[in-house]
């Protein structure tokens, strides 16, 4: 093995050098002063410098050793085994530094590529931070300009509030002539007096008006109720579908029905046939064998409970005996009938707000949601146990519940309106009226014109809307009643 160093000559001295390791101060100065790959290379050349020249001055020890003669015998072989493994030692050192300048010169690189992803990190950091300026300064300029819009919003607003204060006290000069053209041709003392006390609401009357998510619902025109209406209608008959199937074969479902609800059987015959229960029954029999028919009848007994037991003074019973003695009595007097006093359209329009102030006052008591939460929870276990002979699978109490939600909502926006309502379902045989009965498709389609149609089964309602306001009544019909006709 040659013991030349690079870039010297050959050292003839047979001592070996003290020390083959630079100290590290001179290495951290190195590696500073110079590239990095070259700093490793001459480094890595160094060491194998060094473990050559050991190996030449040991082999140069051996040969002196064996020319002297001083080697012979058994200390020969012990010195020749020391030797050899120091010679082992030496390229084993010599193997090590070629691997750890190979290391250190892939760190190297990797610490260079390390830097560079550090310098492109930098980079978008600045580049979001720049971003991040730009959109802060279009956010500034935006809030600017929104708060300049605002700020000519409430201007034209003000605006607007000017001139209809300025149209509302035309309208009120206008009201106070032709009250007094109405006081001189009228000289009834009650009218007169109501007429007088119609310029405006009280402040009770301002203070039990709804607020909040009810806010919209009164006063209401006559014409906003037909989509409510024919929402919930078209609510329960989509639920009724569900009755498209029977529960058990239909040859048993008579009996089925009889069996499990006697009163709901003799409740469905006598809408078939008011007059004799027993003719009735045998139109039900048929009915309720066939698909359409059932679902159609099911609309009409769900339909019935909700107009009478929702939309009339017993939906709100329970609240307390006074208010509940109270409703049904102004119930009495709009109704009218035999015994009731006749009362002018003005005194119903004080019943009518008297009604509404009863309810307001359960809407805004303290127990007013818990009342409503118990009566829809009543009522919905009602209908689910009215009509649990025709359930399956299929129908479920959540389906019923919402049916009754939607009613109670309505019922609530009809009792706060100030508004009567009156629902009407004609008895089969009656005639068909193009102004109040709509023929439902899938029975009529085969029926030529309208003229001699007799109503079979009145599915839902005709609903109008009879408003006392003004001391005039104005009735307006806002849904025809949907039937079945022969």
Request: with cysteine; net charge neutral; charged share 25%.
């Amino acid at each position: 093995m040659s013991s030349q160093r690079p870039g010297q000559g050959h050292q003839g001295s047979s001592r070996l050098p003290r020390t083959t390791t630079p100290n590290q101060a001179e290495v951290m100065a190195q590696l500073k002063a110079q590239p990095s790959e070259v700093v490793i290379e001459r480094k890595r050349e160094e060491l194998e410098y060094q473990c050559r020249n050991v190996q030449a001055k040991l082999q140069a020890i051996q040969k002196h050793l064996h020319s002297e003669g001083k080697l012979s015998g058994e200390s020969a072989n012990v010195f020749e085994g020391k030797l050899q493994a120091l010679t082992d030692s030496t390229k084993h050192m010599y193997l090590l530094g070629h691997d750890m300048g190979v290391q250190l010169s892939k760190a190297r690189r990797l610490i260079k590529h390390l830097a560079a992803d550090n310098e492109g990190l930098r980079q978008n950091v600045q580049d979001f931070k720049e971003v991040l300026q730009e959109k802060h300064a279009l956010i500034a300029s935006y809030q600017q300009k929104d708060e300049s819009e605002d700020a000519s919003l409430v201007e034209e607003l003000r605006e607007l509030l000017a001139r209809s204060e300025a149209e509302r006290q035309t309208l009120q000069l206008q009201l106070e002539g032709k009250r007094s053209l109405w006081m001189r041709t009228h000289t009834d003392h009650q009218e007169q007096a109501a007429a007088l006390a119609a310029s405006g609401p009280s402040a009770q009357q301002i203070a039990l008006r709804p607020k909040g998510q009810l806010a919209h619902t009164a006063p209401r025109e006559a014409e906003d109720w037909e989509p409510e209406f024919s929402r919930l209608f078209t609510m329960v008959k989509g639920y009724c579908k569900l009755f498209e199937n029977s529960p058990v074969p239909i040859a048993h479902l008579e009996n089925h029905v009889r069996t499990r609800a006697a009163d709901l059987w003799n409740h469905m015959a006598r809408i078939l046939h008011p007059a004799d229960l027993k003719v009735g029954e045998k139109y039900l029999g048929l009915a309720i064998r066939n698909d359409a028919y059932r679902q159609h009848l099911l609309t009409r007994v769900i339909l019935q409970y909700l107009v009478n037991s929702l939309f009339s003074p017993e939906g709100w019973e329970g609240f307390s005996p006074d208010l509940d003695a109270e409703l049904k009595d102004l119930s009495r007097k709009l109704m009218g009938g035999r015994g009731v006093q006749v009362y002018k359209s003005h005194e119903r329009q004080a019943l009518l707000d008297r009604r509404t102030s009863l309810v307001s006052q359960i809407l805004a008591s303290e127990h007013g949601e818990a009342f409503q939460s118990d009566k829809k929870a009543y009522h919905t276990s009602c209908i689910q146990t009215m009509i649990s002979p025709f359930t399956s699978a299929g129908n479920t109490f959540e389906d019923v519940a919402g049916l009754v939600n939607r009613a109670w909502v309505l019922s609530r926006e009809m009792w706060l309106s100030g508004l009567m309502f009156i629902f009407t379902w004609n008895d089969p045989g009656a005639k068909f009226s193009p102004e109040s009965h709509l023929a439902i498709a899938d029975n009529s389609s085969a029926v030529k014109g309208t003229h001699g149609w007799k109503i079979k089964l009145a599915v839902t309602p005709s609903v109008v809307v009879r408003e006392d306001r003004n001391m005039t009544i104005k009735t307006t019909p806002i849904l025809k009643s949907k039937v079945l006709v022969n």
